[in-house]
């Protein structure tokens, strides 16, 4: 009787787990959940804006958050052209996103007629400007003699050929990306002073009745 007892005993303990607290191998795949009680608010929608020599996205990085407390990261490829002056929306909000995709359409459908209209911002005695988009367009008979880019404002700076008298002028635009344009007069010569709203790069092509600025 002895000898029966003794092997029932040992078939329990060869079945029994050497620790319940710790899961079967069977399940091992099932993640460990953090007892940490947290109450955060869903996400609705966040923002971040870019300093203005921001030109091309190239990834999106996010960072998250397991139901163990540990942390992990996801990113997506893009490499695409941007404008510095919007921001970069995050969102799970679908009507949002339907919103956004809409009125994406109708703006690319209204900049797609204006895109080659050019607007009259200032003119001077031997001087007219016109601006579309990020194009500044200068209708003058003279000669460009010269140009180049300062910073602290940032700005493009022509120099004209011609004896004159011109008084300074100086006319705000408050137009992105250009915000001021101002004309001086010189021995020889009247300097344009087109200021920027921020960093950027710039093409002078020089045309028949005058030069186009091309900001990049």
Known sequence: MKLLIFIALSFILVEARENPFFPSKGEQDLPYTS???RKLSPLKKASISLPSNARVIKKVIVEYENLDASSAKKEIELNHSIDWHLPIFISQNYIDELQAHTSEAKIQKKSS???NSYKKIAEVKHATFFISNNNLKIITGDKLIRNFLLGQPHRIVMDFKRDSSLKTYIKNVDKDPFTKIRVGNHDGY???VVEL????RYKLKKQADGCLVTLQ
């Open 35 to 37: 007892n940490q009680d």
């Open 113 to 115: 007629k204006v895109k």
């Open 190 to 192: 009247y300097r344009v």
């Open 197 to 200: 709203d921020g960093y950027y």
